[in-house]
T-cell receptor
Framework: DAKTTQPPSMDCAEGRAANLPCNHS???????VYWYRQIHSQGPQYIIH???NNETNEMASLIITEDRKSSTLILPHATLRDTAVYYC????????????FGQGTTLQVKP | NAGVTQTPKFQVLKTGQSMTLQCAQD?????MSWYRQDPGMGLRLIHY???????DQGEVPNGYNVSRSTTEDFPLRLLSAAPSQTSVYFC?????????????FGQGTRLTVV
């Protein structure tokens, strides 16, 4: 599975959009980009995933560059409850379910 | 819908003791995994299973054993606990699907080895 690089921490004002970047320059064509978050030592929570196209769900949007070497997770209107560690993971479609976590980005949403 | 259930939530062990961390899921998921998370760190994969009777090692398997006798359960055994195994342990499960389904995590077991 491709390695990912994320900034260790970011701040965001409440109500503003939070844009979390992720570099995955060695991603291969059949690897998906996944985002999970972990709120205060709880179990990680799935947010969104994508392969090539941009994706949106009720929680967030995922923008993947055309060359697929980087992506951005967007929380459109961050709230204090979005304060968490956000993990970007790339995984093969045939992967046996295992996720390899990096250090993630600690997002602090401030009032 | 219980999802992924881990027991116990907290445990204190003495060095050299053995114990089993329990993980059960009620979603009929084929894939199950165990992770550990040390303070200020990301999750590291210990062992995983692709179905009943099949297990394999992850990134940090030493000191841990697993078995998968049923689809629902995936216990993690510490045969002789060491202080270095003090950590938070998470169990996860995922459906086989098309290879792109989300993983569900339990709430964790906080283990202290003294």
């Amino acid at each position: 599975d491709a390695k990912t690089t994320q900034p260790p921490s970011m701040d965001c004002a409440e109500g503003r959009a939070a844009n979390l970047p992720c570099n995955h320059s060695t991603i291969s064509g059949n690897e998906y980009v996944y985002w999970y978050r972990q709120i205060h030592s709880q179990g990680p929570q799935y947010i969104i995933h994508g392969l090539k196209n941009n994706e949106t769900n009720e929680m967030a949007s995922l923008i993947i560059t055309e060359d697929r070497k980087s992506s951005t997770l967007i929380l459109p209107h961050a709230t204090l409850r979005d304060t968490a560690v956000y993990y970007c993971i790339v995984r093969l479609t045939s992967n046996t379910g295992k996720l390899i976590f990096g250090q993630g980005t600690t997002l602090q949403v401030k009032p | 819908n219980a999802g992924v259930t881990q027991t116990p939530k907290f445990q204190v062990l003495k060095t050299g003791q053995s114990m089993t961390l329990q993980c059960a899921q009620d979603m009929n998921h084929e894939y199950m995994s165990w992770y550990r998370q040390d303070p200020g760190m990301g999750l590291r994969l210990i062992h995983y299973s692709v179905g009943a009777g099949i297990t394999d090692q992850g990134e940090v398997p030493n000191g841990y054993n697993v078995s998968r006798s049923t689809t629902e359960d995936f216990p993690l055994r510490l045969l002789s606990a060491a202080p270095s195994q003090t950590s938070v342990y998470f169990c996860a499960s995922r459906g086989q699907g098309w290879g792109n389904t989300e993983a569900f995590f339990g709430q964790g077991t906080r283990l202290t080895v003294v």
